[in-house]
T-cell receptor
């Protein structure tokens, strides 16, 4: 049972480059989330989606865009990467009727 | 903006000791959750507390939700090396869609 799968697991970018992180879940969850985790700062919400075709901003949305074209996928894009976006990114999903978040294993991004 | 403050940020104790981790906010949450995260993995849910004053036990772990639903605590009895990890509290917003996290408590239990 795959659960929540993130690709890629690791990526190194140069400042100004663009990239997309893909999150796929096979649990038919309505809600999906992108968080970033930095030392001493816990998990900070970037964007989230409450259903196919809908997205909303979280706590730290600047510099990121997202899309939810299919219910099972949630994409996180960086149009012009900056060193401040060096972080570990986690995708999560949850069903409507419970608050439990199911996380992927994370994607480590380094921007030089 | 709803914020969750966790304390302590770091805890290093000997096997067999007891410990308590605190999660505080000035905001009311519809529910609070505790997650545990190990290196290289995503957080995994330990418990959800919903009712003010609620106490839940999970083996040696005791979770409490404050009466006003603004704070929570995690107490571990007779800690073991296997308890080592990052413990995160998380609160569901009153709208129910967003979940925000505290900064986490990194626990290290020495054998």
């Amino acid at each position: 049972n795959a659960g929540v799968t993130q690709t890629p697991k690791f990526r190194v970018l140069k400042t100004g480059q663009s990239m997309t992180l893909l999150c796929a879940q096979d649990m038919n969850h309505e809600y999906m989330y992108w968080y970033r985790q930095d030392p001493g700062m816990g998990l900070r919400l970037i964007h989230y989606s409450v259903g196919e075709g809908t997205t909303a901003k979280g706590e730290v949305p600047d510099g990121y865009n997202v899309s939810r074209l299919k219910k099972q996928n949630f994409l996180l894009g960086l149009e012009s990467a900056a060193p401040s976006q060096t972080s570990v990114y986690f995708c999560a999903s949850r069903p409507v009727n419970t608050g439990e978040l199911f996380f992927g294993e994370g994607s480590r991004l380094t921007v030089l | 903006t709803q914020l969750l403050e966790q304390s302590p940020q770091f805890l290093s104790i000997q096997e067999g000791e007891n410990l308590t981790v605190y999660c505080n906010s000035s905001s009311v949450f519809s529910s609070l959750q505790w997650y545990r995260q190990e290196p290289g993995e995503g957080p995994v849910l330990l418990v959800t507390v919903v009712t003010g004053g609620e106490v839940k036990k999970l083996k040696r772990l005791t979770f409490q939700f404050g009466d006003a639903r603004k704070d929570s605590s995690l107490h571990i009895t007779a800690a073991q090396p296997g308890d080592t990890g990052l413990y995160l509290c998380a609160g569901a917003s009153t709208g129910g869609f967003k979940t925000i996290f505290g900064a986490g408590t990194r626990l290290f239990v020495k054998a």
